[in-house]
């Protein structure tokens, strides 16, 4: 009885400590956020820039939130829970984080919640309807996508919630994008300074509406406007009156820090070529988007065919100096997007038929750079390709992407005909594995007019000529359609970069070219948290579709097998426990 006694005694004091542990430990991680990012991407991990960017925040900045609502559908509140599992991470690097989830409807008249649903509008964060079905049948709910954010006296709205580009599941897309739209937007606040980009105009480039859709993306992060080089020196310098009397001038270095040159089709003056080549040697960057030759596909709406030939741009003495040259070729590769081609009527209505068109190069083929990481497919049109040449020490030189094993090589000039979409491809042909169609190029440029310097370039001793840049990037594309966007002539809106009009397609060519202005602008911490690449797992349909009986057995007994074994383990401890204590 008495060893029964102190059993008992000790069994208490055993299960009153374990309840004392529990709710101290309890207690004490309710003040603490401790999380282990187990994943093998480390996909829940903060990038280091974004941690150098809390740890030196030199104000608080508040962030609410509004995705919170009574009747906000489950995937909302579970990307709900996302966004306050990544501001805790925000919290554990800076104390200057605070945050909050807001419902900024509840309680409030239907007008009320209109007149907000207006100031949100104005703000930058577009309600969301959401159809939803109950037994009063369907109704529609509104979902705040984002949240605004405020730092010192400047606040700035960050869409939390996007669309995946290629219409897959938003939820899995909006978090992996999620870091990104945060501290994207913080660093607008934090960082005041706007990077500036410009296209270029007056050589026959795509105009405002064949790039209004990369102008558009860009807005959100830069100053953004074209820029007609008209020979004049002053189109890409400031340059103002230092002395009214004397009639000096100052040069106060370059008006932007980025040039997007897209698509050229006529040729470059000396007087251009030189005002683009001083830019670059004040340590101007520059991304080229270059078709070396004349071949599109609106040359064969009319025709099936069309007479090829290289395009006279009058760069070459550019590219070379800068240790690149676009050859005046073709790619056909057999990893390549469909083009339809009509096969007559029915009804009064044509119909269509889609054919692989090796014009058309579905790009696969990228290098391990953060430019390039992430991406999948590029969609391409009548691509060239890009080589390195000269031996200049001071240029790092990147391959970014490359065409497929399996290409061809077309000179020019020759005819490109819509033939070839029906003959049988000769594979002896298409034996050219890899070829470069974007490179980078960074280091220190020698200027292509070094020695060759006209004395009317040069007359003004205050403008200065610059023979060696400093340290500066330059992407080249051999492609200008990768950056054209087509307009919906309905609306007058944009149709996204890279989007396939046939197929209703969408590649990754926006991405490519955010990040190529990111790594220009020498943002690397938005670069570097854009390229984090996020492996999500997905089930095997086919197998789940042939062994679904054996899953769902094994994940029916399995737990039931281990809580039996646990179960006869515990009884027999506590017998043999139980049959000791008895014996003495």
Same mark, same amino acid.
């Given at each position: 009885?008495?060893?029964?006694?102190?059993?008992?005694?000790?069994?208490?004091?055993?299960?009153?400590?374990?309840?004392?542990?529990?709710?101290?430990?309890?207690?004490?991680?309710?003040?603490?956020?401790?999380?282990?990012?187990?994943?093998?991407?480390?996909?829940?991990?903060?990038?280091?820039?974004? @941690?150098?960017?809390?740890?030196?925040?030199?104000?608080?900045?508040?962030?609410?939130?509004?995705?919170?609502?009574?009747?906000?559908?489950?995937?909302?509140?579970?990307?709900?829970?996302?966004?306050?599992?990544?501001?805790?991470?925000?919290?554990?690097?800076?104390?200057?984080?605070?945050?909050?989830?807001?419902?900024?409807?509840?309680?409030?008249?239907?007008?009320?919640?209109?007149?907000? =649903?207006?100031?949100?509008?104005?703000?930058?964060?577009?309600?969301?309807?959401?159809?939803?079905?109950?037994?009063?049948?369907?109704?529609?709910? $509104?979902?705040?996508?984002?949240?605004?954010?405020?730092?010192?006296?400047?606040?700035?709205?960050?869409?939390?919630?996007?669309?995946?580009?290629?219409?897959?599941?938003?939820? *899995?897309?909006?978090?992996?994008?999620?870091?990104?739209?945060?501290?994207?937007?913080?660093? %607008?606040?934090?960082?005041?300074?706007?990077?500036?980009?410009?296209?270029?105009? #007056?050589?026959?480039?795509?105009?405002?509406?064949?790039?209004?859709?990369?102008?558009?993306?860009?807005?959100?992060?830069?100053?953004?406007?074209?820029?007609?080089?008209?020979?004049?020196?002053?189109?890409?310098?400031?340059?103002?009156?230092?002395?009214?009397?004397?009639?000096?001038?100052?040069?106060?270095? *370059?008006?932007?820090?980025?040039?997007?040159?897209?698509?050229?089709?006529?040729?470059?003056?000396?007087?251009?070529? $030189?005002?683009?080549?001083?830019?670059?040697?004040?340590?101007?960057?520059?991304?080229?988007?270059?078709?070396?030759?004349?071949?599109?596909?609106?040359?064969? %709406?009319?025709?099936?065919?069309?007479?090829?030939?290289?395009? /006279?741009?009058?760069?070459?003495?550019?590219?070379?100096?800068?240790?690149?040259?676009?050859?005046?070729?073709?790619?056909?590769?057999?990893? +390549?997007?469909?083009?339809?081609?009509?096969?007559?009527?029915? #009804?009064? %209505? /044509?119909?269509?038929?889609?054919?692989?068109?090796?014009?058309?190069?579905?790009?696969?083929?990228?290098?391990?750079?953060?430019?390039?990481?992430?991406?999948?497919?590029?969609?391409?049109?009548?691509?060239?390709?890009?080589?390195?040449?000269?031996?200049?020490?001071?240029?790092?030189?990147?391959?970014?992407?490359?065409?497929?094993?399996?290409?061809?090589?077309?000179?020019?000039?020759? @005819?490109?005909?819509?033939?070839?979409?029906?003959?049988? &491809?000769?594979?002896?042909?298409?034996?050219?594995?890899?070829?470069?169609?974007?490179?980078?190029?960074?280091?220190?440029?020698?200027?292509?007019?070094?020695?060759?310097?006209?004395?009317?370039?040069?007359?003004?001793?205050?403008?200065?000529?610059?023979?060696?840049?400093?340290?500066?990037?330059?992407?080249?594309?051999?492609?200008?359609?990768?950056?054209?966007?087509?307009?919906? &002539?309905?609306?007058?809106?944009?149709?996204?970069? #890279?989007?396939?009009?046939?197929?209703?397609?969408?590649?990754?060519?926006?991405?490519?070219?955010?990040? +190529?202005?990111?790594?220009?602008?020498?943002?690397?911490?938005?670069?570097?948290?854009?390229?984090?690449? =996020?492996?999500?797992?997905?089930?095997?349909? %086919?197998?789940?579709?042939?062994?679904?009986?054996?899953?769902?057995?094994?994940?029916?007994?399995? &737990?039931?097998?281990?809580?039996?074994?646990? #179960?006869?383990?515990?009884?027999?401890?506590?017998?043999?426990?139980?049959?000791?204590?008895?014996?003495?």
């Amino acid at each position: 009885m008495n060893n029964s006694k102190k059993y008992k005694k000790s069994a208490l004091l055993g299960l009153a400590l374990s309840l004392i542990i529990l709710i101290a430990t309890n207690i004490i991680f309710s003040f603490l956020y401790v999380r282990i990012d187990l994943t093998q991407d480390k996909r829940n991990s903060l990038s280091d820039k974004t @941690i150098e960017l809390l740890e030196n925040l030199e104000e608080k900045i508040y962030i609410k939130v509004y995705l919170k609502g009574d009747n906000q559908p489950a995937d909302y509140n579970l990307f709900a829970k996302k966004t306050e599992d990544i501001l805790q991470e925000f919290r554990r690097y800076s104390n200057k984080v605070f945050f909050e989830f807001i419902d900024p409807v509840k309680g409030k008249s239907q007008d009320e919640t209109k007149a907000i =649903f207006s100031e949100f509008y104005k703000k930058g964060l577009v309600p969301i309807p959401i159809s939803q079905e109950d037994a009063a049948g369907f109704s529609t709910h $509104y979902v705040i996508p984002g949240a605004i954010i405020t730092y010192k006296v400047k606040e700035a709205p960050a869409t939390l919630v996007v669309s995946d580009p290629n219409g897959e599941d938003w939820l *899995n897309y909006s978090v992996q994008e999620l870091e990104y739209n945060l501290i994207s937007t913080i660093r %607008q606040l934090v960082s005041p300074k706007v990077r500036s980009i410009a296209f270029t105009d #007056g050589h026959g480039e795509l105009n405002f509406w064949n790039t209004s859709w990369m102008m558009f993306q860009l807005q959100r992060f830069y100053s953004v406007t074209r820029v007609n080089l008209d020979g004049k020196i002053n189109s890409l310098r400031n340059i103002t009156v230092a002395d009214t009397v004397n009639k000096t001038i100052k040069d106060l270095g *370059n008006k932007f820090d980025v040039l997007v040159v897209a698509q050229p089709t006529t040729p470059f003056s000396d007087m251009d070529k $030189y005002i683009i080549d001083q830019h670059v040697m004040r340590g101007g960057r520059i991304l080229w988007l270059i078709d070396a030759t004349n071949a599109s596909i609106d040359s064969l %709406q009319n025709s099936n065919e069309m007479f090829a030939m290289e395009r /006279p741009l009058n760069l070459n003495t550019l590219f070379f100096k800068y240790g690149v040259r676009f050859n005046a070729n073709l790619l056909q590769d057999l990893n +390549c997007s469909p083009l339809p081609i009509s096969e007559g009527n029915v #009804g009064g %209505q /044509p119909q269509y038929k889609f054919w692989a068109f090796p014009y058309f190069v579905n790009v696969v083929n990228f290098s391990n750079h953060p430019i390039v990481r992430k991406l999948k497919n590029i969609k391409s049109s009548f691509a060239g390709t890009v080589d390195f040449v000269g031996g200049e020490g001071e240029l790092q030189k990147t391959i970014l992407m490359t065409s497929s094993e399996r290409t061809k090589m077309v000179p020019t000039p020759s @005819i490109v005909s819509l033939g070839v979409i029906k003959g049988k &491809p000769n594979m002896e042909e298409f034996a050219f594995k890899y070829l470069p169609m974007a490179v980078l190029v960074e280091g220190k440029f020698k200027s292509a007019f070094e020695g060759i310097l006209p004395v009317e370039f040069d007359t003004i001793k205050e403008l200065g000529f610059v023979k060696k840049s400093p340290e500066t990037r330059q992407i080249f594309i051999a492609d200008g359609d990768i950056i054209r966007n087509y307009v919906d &002539p309905k609306t007058n809106q944009p149709f996204p970069a #890279g989007y396939d009009f046939y197929t209703k397609k969408l590649y990754d060519n926006t991405e490519l070219l955010l990040n +190529c202005i990111n790594y220009l602008c020498a943002d690397d911490d938005l670069l570097q948290i854009r390229s984090k690449n =996020f492996k999500i797992g997905t089930l095997n349909p %086919q197998k789940v579709r042939e062994n679904s009986n054996l899953y769902a057995i094994i994940n029916i007994s399995v &737990p039931l097998i281990l809580i039996t074994v646990m #179960g006869v383990v515990l009884i027999i401890v506590r017998k043999r426990n139980f049959s000791r204590k008895k014996f003495k």
